[in-house]
């Protein structure tokens, strides 16, 4: 990913903490128990919401029977979501 500057400068407190941006994390779709991953690249501190392995792209649960779509996990209570959203689809489309 190319990295884009948001304009957005926040200071470092004495414990070395900062505030996110909330527009980031709305962006992001980030709550208040989502996690970050924190590492050093090119003599950058990148901080990446966290993603577990195995987790659905769309909820972020982690399921065992997840499938797998196009390399993104769908969980199964997503997959019958979206197929019940194509299903409604469907029916509008028809006369
Ligand atoms: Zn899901």
């Known amino acids: ?18 505030v996110l941006p909330k527009e980031l994390r ?4 980030m709550t208040c128990d989502s996690k970050v991953e924190i590492f050093a ?4 501190i990148v901080i990446r919401k966290y993603i577990p392995p195995k987790a659905c792209t769309f ?3 982690v399921a065992e029977d997840a499938i797998l779509f196009e390399g993104r996990r769908i969980c199964p209570a997503c997959l ?4 019940a959203r194509q299903d409604d689809g469907e029916r509008r489309d028809q006369p």
Not at 7 to 17: E, F, H, K, S
Not at 80 to 83: I, K, N, P, S, Y
């Open 41 to 44: 690249e090119d003599g950058a």
């Open 80 to 83: 019958a979501r979206l197929t």
């Open 26 to 29: 709305t962006a992001l779709g």
């Open 59 to 61: 909820c972020g649960a």
């Open 1 to 18: 990913m190319k990295e884009k500057s948001t304009g957005i400068i926040r200071g470092v407190d004495n414990l070395g903490r900062v």
